[in-house]
């Protein structure tokens, strides 16, 4: 699948009338039209396509409007698409939780945000677009120098990092973190927040080809969980433990985790990524995670001397708190000691290579998605590798069906 799905106007254009008595022609008013992704169905990557869309959106009392320069990619997205997350509305839907842009119109009673304001905007979704109507205190500032795609790589990611490391597993220094999933946006946040609190140690799963970078962002032992146990790898380093475990993938890895913590230590579950297998929800999967899922009574809890959280930004309806932890976070970027490590950029019409590049692991960082249209030269050129892929899976049928079981769970 190419990823360039030709925009499609959702209603019919004008037809000219014939000329009148006097010979005089109707002058075609001209249409705003803005480009948006859209979530047709559940399925493969071909279910988010490329749409416009009519009309100039005009905001409500205590609303803005925004010109869209860059989205975020999430984890979240990927399970949206295959029918795996409950909190995105039925399809056809925008998807999208966070983006950066320029204010272009404030609504009435709208008193801190004006015209040309860059801002970023969090919401539950529907951000996918190149205009937006948010909330205006669901708009935050940035700060000097942040790029667009810096801005759109920040809310989710840090914010989920932030509240797991500081307001659920208090993290103080010389502690431990596991951070699975080191490499991927969620994982590089939680790095670069543990380097705020003096001598915490990261251990951080990541494939082997990753391991530099993530050692040059903060992770104190890199493990390869492709060829090796990275519990035994942590015993050998820390034979007691770790303090907190951060899981993202679910199943019997969260079992694993719990074993892990020393007394007092707390592991936060906040994802189920190995239910993720392939383009289209795998009812194996998901049943094997769902078998292997960890349980555990209170009593037990209590007997073990340690702590199980859950989290999830889609669930947390308290914006208030959300709010809050992005202005801190905004002050941390002001100061440097965090910044959001972009992997890559795809136009509105590459979504799918850019949903394929995130569920193959190949990440290292945050996946953007521009509004803006793919330049025609690159279009060409883009054309051009699509019809050599196609041509060698046309070589080989069974090629694609390989690389799709060879998926495994690992940066988000």
Not at 23 to 43: A, P
Not at 94 to 108: I, Q, R, W
Not at 240 to 268: A, C, E, R, W, Y
Not at 370 to 381: A, F, G, H, I, S
Request: charged content about 25%; glycine content about 10%; some cysteine.
């Amino acid at each position: 699948m190419s990823g360039e799905e030709q925009p499609t106007v959702d209603t019919e254009q004008e037809q000219e009338p014939p000329a009148g008595d006097g010979g005089e022609k109707v002058v075609e008013q001209e249409v705003f039209t803005y480009r948006s992704l859209v979530l047709t169905g559940y399925g493969g990557y071909d279910k988010v396509r490329l749409q416009l869309k009519q009309g100039r959106p005009a905001p409500g009392g205590g609303e803005v409007a925004v010109r869209v320069r860059a989205c975020g990619l999430n984890f979240s997205d990927l399970m949206a698409r295959q029918g795996l997350y409950e909190r995105l509305p039925t399809p056809p839907v925008t998807p999208g939780m966070e983006c950066a842009g320029l204010v272009e119109a404030v609504g009435e009673g709208v008193e801190d945000r004006r015209v040309g304001d860059r801002v970023l905007v969090v919401a539950k979704c529907g951000l996918w677009q190149e205009m937006v109507l948010a909330p205006a205190d669901h708009t935050f500032p940035m700060p000097e120098g942040m790029s667009y795609e810096e801005g759109a790589a920040l809310p989710i990611n840090y914010v989920t990092a932030h509240m797991m490391l500081f307001h659920m597993a208090n993290v103080r220094a010389a502690q431990s973190v596991l951070v699975h999933m080191a490499a991927g946006g969620v994982g590089i946040a939680a790095t670069q927040l543990c380097q705020t609190v003096k001598d915490v140690t990261v251990f951080g799963t990541a494939s082997a080809s990753k391991h530099e970078a993530i050692k040059e962002g903060g992770v104190t032992h890199p493990i390869d969980y492709r060829t090796t146990d990275y519990v035994e790898e942590i015993r050998k380093i820390s034979p007691k433990g770790v303090d907190v475990v951060l899981d993202p993938l679910g199943g019997s890895d969260t079992q694993k985790g719990f074993n892990l913590l020393k007394p007092m230590g707390t592991l936060i579950m906040y994802g189920s990524a190995n239910r993720l297998s392939g383009q289209k929800k795998n009812l194996l999967a998901v049943a094997k995670t769902w078998y292997n899922q960890f349980s555990i009574n209170a009593l037990s809890l209590m007997h073990a001397n340690k702590a199980v959280c859950g989290f999830h930004l889609g669930y947390l309806d308290d914006f208030d708190l959300t709010a809050q932890v992005m202005n801190v976070l905004l002050e941390l970027y002001a100061q440097g000691k965090i910044k959001p490590r972009i992997d890559s950029t795809y136009h509105f019409e590459q979504v799918s290579d850019a949903m394929r590049r995130m569920q193959e692991r190949h990440n290292i960082g945050k996946v953007v998605l521009l509004p803006e249209p793919k330049p025609e030269e690159d279009q060409k050129e883009s054309q051009k590798d699509d019809k050599n892929e196609e041509d060698q899976k046309n070589e080989d049928p069974k090629e694609e069906a390989k690389q799709e079981d060879a998926v495994k769970p690992e940066e988000s």
